[in-house]
């Protein structure tokens, strides 16, 4: 029986391809393997976003040499974002790895795999699979912000049909799924490729109306195709969250027209206010990159003045990493001292930090609803609607359940609490 064994580094979307070849070469007979030393077939899912990611791939690579040279018969194969149009390069820098997909050709990859010979067809029960599902609905990039290497590696926007996603999702139900999350690098942009252009609200009406699904959710939305259609879908749909991820990456105006960004802070503002008045309780993340070429201590105060006005429930901190082939890359001096930017990351996730101690500690003795991922260590965790992550202990098997937990404790990354009432079975 062969068995396979994937690296994952990145965003969501390489999580979200991961799940999907397992599942693929899974329908195949293939086993998932513990470590790379039991596996016929090793795939590494690479991310390049930044350099530090890029410098952990580079090191997963170097590191399969030489179970490459004891085992020839292994296949390796290297996806996402590290495989460009052009992997000339990558071919002589790694010979021991036999394939380079690059992202959005899983398929092909599944094919490669599939030549090796598996031994038997093994039919199996459907495998107790999580409650909650990645769902790719729209490929690629069409913004090229000026720091970013996405469009240039995931190539332009294209929408899957909304009949093909409603089926996946039938699919996924029906295996126990519970929550589904969409993705798209810019997924409210999604349909406009599309005959008819459908829009978001228009996928999240249909997704909304799956029987047996309880939860939707969407990510990453950018600022300047949050329409007033899709705030008024989120707010007025039952099982779509009251959680939007909205990147704002700078507070200062002339840096987000440096980023190509295409809003100000004033927009942004004027966005999140609309959106509390149509999205009661909604839960908002963002990112922020620090440190970009030029970036003046004023300009980055004002990055904080907008953390600090908007209150974030969550905040995902880079420090600039100039990525080769970008505009800002090839056109501005990449200005700001290491340390600087070091200290600057530092200092708004300290912000952060108390921000989200405050925020989460309103919910301390209320009750949340929770669906339950799993089991570490004793203890149960799900996520609220808003995406908190909250633990709590429990003898019985919760999994794929929705709970209701009081909150006992709460802290700036995750909340602790009791059952207080089991809703429905999963
Ligand atoms: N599409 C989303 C958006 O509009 O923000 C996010 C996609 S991007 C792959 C994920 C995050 O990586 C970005 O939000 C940004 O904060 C960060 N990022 C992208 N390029 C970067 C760079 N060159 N240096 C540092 N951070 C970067
Ligand atoms: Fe990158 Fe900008 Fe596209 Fe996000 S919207 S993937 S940051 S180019």
Same mark, same amino acid.
């Given at each position: 029986?062969?068995?396979?064994?994937?690296?994952?580094?990145?965003?969501?979307?390489?999580?979200?391809?991961?799940?999907?070849?397992?599942?693929?070469?899974?329908?195949?007979?293939?086993?998932?393997?513990?470590?790379?030393?039991?596996?016929?077939?090793?795939?590494?899912?690479?991310?390049?976003?930044?350099?530090?990611?890029?410098?952990?791939?580079?090191?997963?690579?170097?590191?399969?040499?030489?179970?490459?040279?004891?085992?020839?018969?292994?296949?390796?194969?290297?996806?996402?974002?590290?495989?460009?149009?052009?992997?000339?390069?990558?071919?002589?820098?790694?010979?021991?790895?036999?394939?380079?997909?690059?992202?959005?050709?899983?398929?092909?990859?599944?094919?490669?795999?599939s030549?090796?010979?598996?031994?038997?067809?093994?039919?199996?029960?459907?495998?107790?699979?999580?409650?909650?599902?990645?769902?790719?609905?729209?490929?690629?990039?069409?913004?090229?912000?000026?720091?970013?290497?996405?469009p240039?590696?995931?190539?332009?926007?294209?929408?899957?049909?909304?009949?093909?996603?409603?089926?996946?999702?039938?699919?996924?139900?029906?295996?126990?799924?519970?929550?589904?999350?969409?993705?798209?690098?810019n997924?409210?942009?999604?349909?406009?490729?599309?005959?008819?252009?459908?829009?978001?609200?228009?996928?999240?009406?249909?997704?909304?109306?799956?029987?047996?699904?309880?939860r939707?959710?969407?990510?990453?939305?950018?600022?300047?195709?949050?329409?007033?259609?899709?705030?008024?879908?989120?707010?007025?749909?039952?099982?779509v969250?009251?959680v939007?991820?909205?990147?704002?990456?700078?507070?200062?105006?002339?840096?987000?027209?440096?980023?190509?960004?295409?809003?100000?802070?004033?927009?942004?503002?004027?966005l999140?206010?609309?959106?509390?008045? /149509? #999205?009661? =309780?909604?839960? !908002?993340?963002?990112? @922020?990159? +620090?440190?970009?070429? %030029? *970036?003046?201590?004023?300009?980055?105060?004002?990055?904080?003045?907008?953390?600090?006005?908007?209150?974030?429930?969550?905040?995902?901190?880079?420090?600039?990493?100039?990525?080769?082939?970008?505009?800002?890359?090839?056109?501005?001096?990449?200005?700001?001292?290491?340390?600087?930017?070091?200290?600057?990351?530092?200092?708004?996730?300290?912000?952060q930090?108390?921000?989200?101690? /405050? #925020?989460? =500690?309103?919910? !301390?003795?209320?009750? @949340?609803? +929770?669906?339950?991922? %799993? *089991?570490?260590?004793?203890?149960?965790?799900?996520?609220?609607?808003?995406?908190?992550?909250?633990?709590?202990?429990?003898?019985?098997?919760?999994?794929?359940?929705?709970?209701?937990?009081?909150?006992?404790?709460?802290?700036?990354w995750?909340?602790?609490?009791?059952?207080?009432?089991?809703?429905?079975?999963?």
């Open positions: 029986m062969s068995s396979y064994y994937i690296w994952t580094i990145g965003c969501q979307m390489n999580k979200a391809d991961s799940a999907d070849l397992a599942a693929r070469l899974d329908d195949l007979g293939f086993i998932p393997a513990e470590t790379v030393d039991e596996a016929d077939v090793v795939v590494v899912n690479s991310c390049v976003v930044r350099q530090s990611a890029e410098n952990r791939v580079l090191a997963k690579l170097d590191s399969l040499a030489r179970p490459k040279r004891l085992r020839p018969e292994m296949t390796i194969a290297l996806m996402g974002c590290m495989v460009g149009p052009e992997a000339d390069e990558l071919m002589r820098r790694f010979p021991h790895v036999d394939a380079f997909v690059s992202p959005g050709r899983a398929s092909e990859l599944v094919e490669i795999a030549r090796r010979p598996v031994d038997r067809i093994v039919v199996h029960e459907a495998p107790s699979r999580p409650p909650c599902a990645y769902v790719t609905v729209i490929e690629g990039c069409d913004n090229f912000c000026s720091y970013c290497i996405v240039y590696r995931r190539g332009r926007e294209r929408s899957r049909e909304m009949k093909e996603v409603l089926l996946q999702l039938e699919e996924l139900v029906a295996g126990g799924v519970r929550e589904v999350t969409l993705l798209g690098q997924v409210n942009s999604y349909g406009h490729d599309l005959p008819g252009g459908p829009d978001l609200a228009d996928l999240l009406g249909e997704v909304n109306a799956v029987s047996g699904l309880e939707i959710r969407f990510l990453t939305s950018h600022p300047k195709d949050m329409s007033d259609r899709l705030i008024q879908a989120v707010g007025s749909l039952s099982k969250c009251e939007v991820s909205l990147p704002v990456q700078a507070g200062d105006d002339d840096v987000l027209r440096a980023m190509g960004r295409g809003y100000t802070s004033r927009f942004y503002r004027e999140v206010e609309r959106m509390r008045d /149509e #999205i009661p =309780g909604v839960a !908002l993340s963002t990112d @922020v990159v +620090v440190g970009f070429p %030029g *970036e003046t201590d004023e300009q980055y105060r004002r990055t904080l003045d907008l953390l600090s006005g908007v209150r974030f429930d969550s905040l995902h901190i880079a420090a600039y990493s100039p990525r080769p082939g970008t505009a800002a890359a090839e056109t501005l001096e990449d200005s700001v001292p290491l340390s600087v930017k070091k200290a600057r990351l530092r200092e708004a996730e300290e912000l930090r108390g921000i989200a101690a /405050e #925020i989460n =500690g309103r919910l !301390l003795g209320h009750s @949340v609803e +929770v669906l339950v991922e %799993g *089991e570490k260590q004793g203890k149960w965790h799900g996520r609220t609607r808003t995406g908190k992550l909250v633990f709590f202990r429990q003898d019985a098997d919760c999994l794929g359940q929705l709970v209701d937990v009081r909150i006992t404790k709460t802290s700036p995750s909340l602790q609490g009791d059952v207080s009432r089991h809703r429905h079975e999963g």
